[in-house]
Nanobody, 124 residues
Framework: QVRLVESGGGSVQAGASLRLSCAASGRTETRFYMAWFRQAPGTETEFVAGITRKGVTTYNKDSVKGRFTVSRDNVRNMVYLQMNSLKPEDTAVYYC?????????????????WGQGTQVTVSS
């Protein structure tokens, strides 16, 4: 079991930047893949970005288009999501997720652990 705690959300104006953090604790050595998802009101949960233990990244290019960067610190058991040029459509609750084995990073059911989420609100 791995506990995930997100932080760094907030309310910003369009064009601003935020960095989300995810602190992992427990049996973190068993989690090969870490990812960020988001869910806006009335929509399905959407994959944003993910990263392997060795730093190989995957992005939902349709939604983030080079504005977001995911990174990972295996020593501190942290995962980050740097979000630049934020848009109102980025408004959502952002969740950190962890998987021991991953086949399709965009599938929600492949993840073993989830955080409680952190709210990001972008106003125009």
């Amino acid at each position: 079991q791995v506990r995930l705690v997100e932080s760094g959300g907030g309310s910003v104006q369009a064009g601003a930047s935020l960095r989300l953090s995810c602190a992992a604790s427990g049996r973190t050595e068993t989690r090969f893949y870490m990812a960020w998802f988001r869910q806006a009101p009335g929509t399905e949960t959407e994959f944003v970005a993910g990263i392997t233990r060795k730093g190989v990244t995957t992005y939902n290019k349709d939604s983030v288009k080079g504005r977001f960067t995911v990174s990972r610190d295996n020593v501190r058991n942290m995962v980050y999501l740097q979000m630049n040029s934020l848009k109102p459509e980025d408004t959502a609750v952002y969740y950190c997720a962890a998987a021991a084995i991953i086949d399709n990073p965009q599938r929600i059911d492949e993840y073993d652990d989830w955080g409680q989420g952190t709210q990001v609100t972008v106003s125009s």
